[in-house]
C-alpha cells in the first residue's frame, strides 16, 4: 500500500490532551496515514472513543499496545487518531479510531463510509454499548456479534410486523477467537469476594429476578458459597426465605436501595463474560421489556443483544469490500423500564479492552499477520 507525503507542518502537542497525542496539520495525512491501516475502529459516542482511547495505549514501556496516538484530518468532517499496536509478540499493527457526533445508524454511517474509503482497512471494528438479553447475559459482560442485521427492517402492519432481515456473519474464525479468549488479565475483570456476591444477591431481589437462574450466579457463587451467603443474610434480617423462594425483608430492601444510590459510578471491576451471539440493530433507543419477545417471533430467538450501530458497521464492510468486519459491546442494560446508566460506565470500558485484546489475539488467524517490525 502506497503511503502519502509528510505533512508540511510539524505534529503539534495537545497538552490538554495528554502527552499520549500528537496532531497533523487539518486535512494532511502523514506517511503512516492513507493506505496504511489495518483496523479502522469506530465508535458511536465520545465516552465509547475515550475508552477506546486509553484502552488502546500502552500499559507500561514493552507492553502490549499504542505509545502514542497521532491526530489526523483535523478540521474535516472524519477527523481520527492514528496509532501502531504492538501486541506481546513484538508483531505490531496501524489501528485508526473515529466517532460521529451523535450516535445511531444514520450518524454512522457517513464518517464509516469516508474513512473506509480514506484509509482502506483490512478489518471494521466497532466498541461500545449494547443493551443485553437478561436470559443470557448479565449486566457488564461483554458481547462479540457472531451474526448481526437490523430487526426493524421490514414491513409494518397494522396489527403485525413481517420482518426482511439482512444478515451479516462473522468469519467463523473470529468467532472462534472470541469463544476462547479470556478476559480475566483484563484491568475491568475482577473476581467477586463475598461481600460483592451478597450486594448482587440483594440486588437481583430487588429487581424481582430469580438469582438461582440468573446466569451469572456461578461467578459470584462458586463451588459451596451460595449457602453460606445465604444463611448469613438471612440471619441479619436482610431477606426471608418461603420454601425455596427467596425475597428482601424491608430492612434488605433499604439497605440495597441505599448501597445502589451510594453507587452512582457504577462498578470498576467485575467477574464479567465474553459472550458470543446475535446482535440486533435497530433505530430507536429500547426500554421496554417487550422487545426480546417480538425479536424470537420475528425470526431469531438466539439475539443476545440490541444496539443501533453494528449492522451498519458489517454493512459497510461488505459493502465495500473490507475483508474482516468486528463489533463489540459492554451490556449497559436489559432494555427494559430499569434502564439507568449505572453500568455504562463499565460496559464501556470492558468492550473497548475486549476488543483490543480480540485484535491482538485474531489478526494473525484472519489470513492478515500483523508486520513484524
Known sequence: MSGHAQAAAAPRSRASRGATLHATSPGVSSPAGRGKVDVLIITAMQAEYEAARQAGLASGAGGPGIEHWDEHDLGTSAPY??????????ASFMVALARPTRMGSVATAPIVATLVE?????????????????EAVALGDVIVAEMTYAYDEGKRLWDSFEGDHRQFMLVDRWVREAQELCPADLPSYGEACPSDAALWLLE?????????????????????????????????????????????????????????????????????????????????VVKDGVTWRQLT???????????????????????????YWLVV???????????????????????????????GRGLATIGRSPRID
Open 204 to 284: 437481583r431481589l430487588l429487581a424481582r429476578e430469580d438469582p438461582t437462574k440468573h446466569p451469572a450466579r456461578k461467578r459470584y457463587f462458586p463451588a459451596d458459597t451460595w449457602k453460606t451467603c445465604v444463611c448469613s443474610l438471612e440471619g441479619g434480617g436482610l431477606i426471608a426465605r418461603d420454601g425455596a423462594r427467596l425475597s428482601l425483608t424491608e430492612a434488605g430492601r433499604l439497605h440495597i436501595e441505599r448501597v445502589i444510590c451510594d453507587d452512582v459510578h457504577g462498578p470498576s471491576r467485575l467477574p464479567f463474560q465474553v459472550v458470543v451471539g446475535p446482535m440486533a440493530s435497530g433505530n430507536v
Open 329 to 359: 459491546k459492554g451490556v449497559a442494560d436489559h432494555a427494559d423500564p430499569r434502564k439507568n446508566d449505572r453500568y455504562k460506565s463499565f460496559a464501556t470500558r470492558a468492550s473497548a479492552e475486549v476488543l483490543f485484546k480480540l485484535l
Open 81 to 90: 487518531l492514528l496509532g501502531r499496536y504492538a501486541t506481546e509478540g513484538g
Open 297 to 323: 417471533n420475528w425470526g431469531v430467538r438466539t439475539v443476545v443483544a440490541i444496539e443501533m450501530e453494528a449492522t451498519t458497521v458489517a454493512s459497510a464492510a461488505f459493502r465495500a469490500e473490507v475483508p
Open 118 to 134: 480514506r484509509l482502506k482497512p483490512q478489518c471494521l471494528a466497532m466498541a461500545g454499548v449494547c443493551a443485553g438479553n437478561p
